[in-house]
């Protein structure tokens, strides 16, 4: 496996660490250990490929470096800050400001078109409301929707009337709306055809040469090509 | 806003089962208006009909009379002498003995039995009106209510005979129509004078006697020197605050309103549980949608607004319409049971509609609330996993 070597995070710390990362998920026919004792770290630039068979702890993974989740036992430090301390508001806060999520199944909401789809993190981000700064967020929003390249005319339609790949941009669109750090990719090309899955990789490799963090968590070794690194969980540890 | 569009949206999706929902809840705003305004209709025309005798203090005999009259067999009296002691104990204020009974009233071919009251000419003034001819001025003659008069076609100047052989009476004046009152009801009745009574049915005691005090602070202080004066020993009188049985009838028909705008608000609960349902279906439909939500980064909080929001839409709709349509219920409520609208159109009313709609609100939000809570606090994870 390949080390990273990026620029650091804020005060020389890496952007993301892992500290003997354990966890544990208590099931009625006996406790699962997801992640056993993982030590890890992911410098501010870097593009990570996390690959590994199924049940070995990729998602896992993916889950408690998003926020989605906390440790059993160890310590993981996001940007300095030990995710173990926080309750659930200052989690959330931390995963709305500092994270983006790329699903394989877009899980774009249905009821809102592209551009609200887009438009929802950032206004959670700003309390709830669209508020005095509604022309910001316009602003904002078409912006992020022309770097991922979707056409402006999409931008009314519902997630029903997108295809694939356009669903895609837009949840890539919406990972990035509140400018996280990081973005973290389950699978983003698992549900897309080989050609719109090379588009969709090179939007990102692209966002992650202009300094977005990338972790991905994939099958495929073509797709994990893209990446910086690699590395491999077995049993929920590193190989 | 997104937030409340978000929830808008979703309830236009379901719009069918959203659309059952609100029925529910304007059945229950209806019902709860309806019931509302009839009950305060029906306190509004009770207290008007009962006169108004704030500064009245009746007197009777303990077992004997009654607040109504009418007790013309009962042997208790009030005595001179014992009149003579309330008297004192009052002061200044003015005391009214009054014979009560009934009788056969023969005019022309009619004979019917009315009551009778026998009183001091010089005191009909003090509690009664006139609306034709004259007051009684001496011991002959008689005074005859509104309403008797109406039924026997009576004027100033008709006579009457009053009992079977008895003799006739010349009709001097005619009185204001007084309504239900604590101490007389002259509506259907014919006011003679005392002595004139008291010489034809050998009275020597009054059934009852009316206190008119002059200054309304001294209520209390005045019913507390009769009893004083006069339930020394043993409880001779029953001395009778008329404000307080007028309260006392109002609190059983407030009683009477508050019951069957609760029987209302039993509907109201039923749309409540509906509203929960489809809540609760919701989201259970939705929880992959909450997961995605607080992936990217809503609160708990912000999630059960959403939820929260879906519930006050329901309830905005419902209780607006079940607004609309309670003038309607309660108009027919109020024409069938008190064949009158008059006490329809006043602010205490329809207050009752506001009441309904805002309970109509309440119950949707609390209703939601459960649902709400739950969506919130699912596992994001495990939220995110679900098909």
Not at chain 1, 13 to 19: E, G, K
Not at chain 1, 84 to 99: K, N
Not at chain 1, 130 to 137: D, K, Q, S, T
Request: aromatic share 6%.
């Amino acid at each position: 496996m390949e080390k990273g070597v990026n620029s650091t995070g804020e005060g020389g710390n890496p952007l993301i660490r892992l500290d003997s990362v354990t966890k544990v998920y208590p099931l009625p026919a006996g406790d699962v250990t997801a992640i056993d004792r993982l030590s890890l770290e992911v410098e501010r630039g870097d593009f990570v490929a996390v690959m590994g068979v199924s049940g070995s702890g990729k998602s896992t993974l993916l889950n408690l470096i998003g926020c989605l989740d906390v440790p059993t036992s160890g310590d993981l430090y996001l940007n300095g800050v030990n995710i173990r301390d926080l309750a659930d508001d200052p989690l959330t806060e931390l995963r709305r400001d500092t994270i983006g999520f790329v699903f394989q199944q877009f899980n774009l909401i249905p009821l809102l078109t592209a551009y609200e789809n887009v438009e929802f993190p950032l206004i959670l981000a700003q309390g709830g409301n669209g508020g005095p700064v509604r022309e910001e967020i316009v602003n904002r929003c078409r912006a992020v929707l022309a770097s991922v390249g979707l056409d402006e005319s999409l931008a009314t339609h519902k997630p029903s009337e997108l295809s694939g790949g356009q669903q895609q941009r837009v949840a890539i669109a919406r990972a990035l709306v509140n400018d996280p750090d990081i973005l973290l990719c389950d699978e983003p090309t698992g549900n897309l055809d080989t050609r719109t899955g090379t588009t969709i990789m090179e939007l990102l490799a692209q966002m992650n040469r202009g300094g977005k963090t990338i972790i991905m968590v994939t099958h495929d070794p073509r797709v994990a090509g893209y990446a910086r690194r690699r590395i491999e969980l077995v049993d929920g540890r590193l190989a | 806003m997104i937030l409340f569009d978000y929830a808008r949206r979703n309830i236009r999706l379901h719009w069918f089962r959203s659309f059952l929902a609100v029925i529910g809840i304007v059945i229950g705003v209806v019902a709860i208006s309806s019931m509302g305004v009839l009950g305060n209709s029906l306190v509004l025309s009770v207290s008007e009909s009962l006169t108004t005798v704030g500064d009245t203090i009746v007197v009777y005999p303990q077992s004997g009379g009654g607040p109504m009259g009418g007790g013309g067999t009962t042997a208790l009296r009030i005595t001179p002498r014992q009149v003579d002691e309330i008297t004192r104990s009052v002061g200044t204020n003015i005391v009214i003995p009054v014979h009560t009974g009934a009788d056969r009233v023969i005019v022309g071919s009619e004979n019917r039995a009315a009551s009778l009251y026998g009183m001091d000419p010089a005191d009909i003034p003090e509690i009664l009106d006139l609306e034709d001819g004259i007051f009684l001025r001496s011991t002959t003659g008689a005074m005859a209510g509104k309403r008797l008069a109406e039924e026997f076609d009576l004027n100033v100047g008709s006579t009457v005979r009053i009992g079977e052989d008895g003799e006739r009476v010349r009709i001097v004046g005619i009185l204001k129509e007084r309504g239900i009152g604590f101490d007389i009801n002259p509506d259907y009745a014919l006011v003679v004078s005392d002595r004139w009574f008291e010489s034809t049915y050998g009275e020597e005691g009054y059934n009852l006697v009316v206190v008119k005090v002059q200054n309304l602070e001294e209520i209390d202080s005045v019913t507390t020197a009769i009893e004083d004066a006069l339930n020394r020993r043993t409880d001779v009188v029953t001395v009778l605050d008329t404000r307080m049985v007028l309260q006392t009838i109002l609190d059983a028909f407030n009683s009477i309103s508050t019951f069957t705008t609760a029987i209302g608000g039993i509907s109201l609960i039923v749309a409540g549980v509906s509203i929960l349902n489809v809540m609760m279906m919701s989201v259970t439909e939705r929880t992959r949608e909450i997961g995605i939500i607080r992936s990217i980064g809503a609160k708990r909080r912000e999630v059960m607004r959403i939820f929260l929001y879906e519930a006050l839409v329901l309830g905005l709709i419902g209780s607006g319409i079940g607004g609309v349509l309670s003038f309607g219920g309660a108009y027919l409520a109020v024409s069938v049971m008190l064949q009158s609208t008059t006490y329809l159109f006043v602010p205490s009313s329809l207050v009752y509609i506001l009441y309904g709609m805002l309970f109509g609100i309440g119950t949707s939000l609390l209703s939601g609330l459960y649902p709400a809570w739950r969506a919130a606090n699912l596992n994001p994870i495990e939220a995110l996993r679900h098909d």
